[in-house]
Nanobody, 121 residues
Framework: VQLQASGGGLVQAGGSLRLSCAASGRTFGSIVMGWFRQAPGKEREFVSAISASGGSTYDADSAKGRFTSSRDNTKNTVFLQMNSLRPDDTATYYC???????????????WGQGTQVTVSS
C-alpha cells in the first residue's frame, strides 16, 4: 500500500482544512486508516483513526469535537476534516494504514510522506 497525503497549508486560527490521503492497492477497503502528526521538537502523536468500513472512528482527546475522519472506499481515499484550528495544531500530518484501530503508531504498517499544516495566531 502506498499513501499520498495532501491538503495541508497555512490557515488562521479558527479556520479549517481538509486533508486527504490517497492510497494505492486493491485492499484499501479492508484496512484501517490513521492520522498522526508531529510538531518540530516533539514526538509523533495520534490524531484519529477510522475503521475499514468507515463505520467507526477513534479520536485523540485533542481532536474530539474539532477533527473528523472519513473515507471513500470507492476512491481509495481517507479524509481528515479539521475545524476550529489552533496554533498548537501546527505540525506535519501523516496518514498511515494498518489492521487495527489504535493510537499506537507502531501498529501501522504503511505511512504516507506527510503534509504540513501551519496555523497562525
Amino acid at each position: 500500500v502506498q499513501l499520498q497525503a495532501s491538503g495541508g497549508g497555512l490557515v488562521q486560527a479558527g479556520g479549517s482544512l481538509r486533508l486527504s490521503c490517497a492510497a494505492s492497492g486493491r485492499t484499501f477497503g479492508s484496512i484501517v486508516m490513521g492520522w498522526f502528526r508531529q510538531a518540530p521538537g516533539k514526538e509523533r502523536e495520534f490524531v484519529s483513526a477510522i475503521s475499514a468500513s468507515g463505520g467507526s472512528t477513534y479520536d485523540a482527546d485533542s481532536a474530539k469535537g474539532r477533527f473528523t475522519s472519513s473515507r471513500d472506499n470507492t476512491k481509495n481515499t481517507v479524509f481528515l476534516q479539521m475545524n476550529s484550528l489552533r496554533p498548537d495544531d501546527t505540525a506535519t500530518y501523516y496518514c498511515a494504514a494498518g489492521y487495527i484501530i489504535t493510537d499506537i503508531d507502531t501498529a501501522y504498517k504503511y505511512w504516507g510522506q506527510g503534509t504540513q499544516v501551519t496555523v497562525s495566531s
